[in-house]
């Protein structure tokens, strides 16, 4: 069955602009995730979804960043006014939500955002 | 805070010789541990788990056993391919809370040759 699928696979934009990246789950899965991944390093939590509410956002490293989903299906990240800093790669994943402490969570293929 | 760490990397190997990635812990509580991959070109794939203290993960001839004792979950295969070639991470998810929310170490480069 399809996978985590995020868009666009890249982004460059300039500082100061806003931008959104977009994450399709797998059918089905109530949990999602957000992630940060800078080069040579693991990724970093940003946010969890239970369903349309956020459930933990402790990961969101300050108010330019903001992440929604409506439905409980798709999800989007929004940067605003984005600065250099934010250039990396940003990860999505799913999980069906059994047992989120010991799910599998299942990654998409990540959005390269370049900050110019 | 929870925190995973790692050996450094790159590590090169001969095929079929035999791996180890260290990866220790530092939790709050009793967490679940995970190893991911990531091959060249891919995204983020699960290789194994072990969610409760001396549990052994294993998935494609890969192994590690979750030593609370150590607090490690060490990663280790018999005899390597080239097609092993990939970023591994290791990962823990805890409590309190029970979101899921996976914190990983920086990723070991593994670079087999044939």
């Known amino acids: 069955g399809a996978g985590v699928s995020q868009t666009p696979s890249n982004k460059v934009t300039e500082k100061g602009k806003y931008v959104e990246l977009r994450c399709d789950p797998i059918s089905g899965h109530t949990a999602l995730y957000w992630y940060r991944q800078s080069l040579g390093q693991g990724p970093e939590f940003l946010i969890y979804?239970?369903?349309?509410?956020?459930?933990?956002d402790s990961g969101l490293p300050n108010d330019r960043f903001f992440a929604v989903r409506p439905e409980g299906s798709v999800s989007t990240l929004k940067i605003q006014r984005t600065e250099r800093g934010d250039s990396a790669v940003y990860l999505c994943?799913?999980?069906?939500?059994?047992?989120?402490?010991?799910?599998?969570?299942?990654f998409g293929p990540g959005t390269r955002l370049t900050v110019l | 805070g929870d925190s995973v760490t790692q050996m450094e990397g790159p590590v090169t190997l001969s095929e079929e010789a035999f791996l180890t990635i260290n990866c220790t812990y530092t939790?709050?509580?009793?967490?679940?541990l995970f190893w991911y991959v990531q091959y060249p070109g891919e995204g983020l794939q699960l290789l194994l788990k072990?969610?409760?203290?001396?549990d052994k993960g294993s998935n494609k001839g890969f192994e590690a056993t979750y030593r609370k004792e150590t607090t490690s979950f060490h990663l280790e295969k018999g005899s390597v391919q080239v097609s092993d070639s990939a970023v591994y991470f290791c990962a823990l998810s805890a409590p309190p809370g029970n979101t899921g929310k996976l914190i990983f170490g920086q990723g070991t480069t593994l670079q087999v040759k044939p």
């Open positions: 939790a709050t509580g009793y967490p679940s």
């Open positions: 994943a799913s999980s069906p939500e059994l047992t989120p402490s010991t799910d599998t969570q299942y």
């Open positions: 072990a969610t409760k203290a001396d």
């Open positions: 979804f239970q369903g349309t509410g956020a459930a933990d």
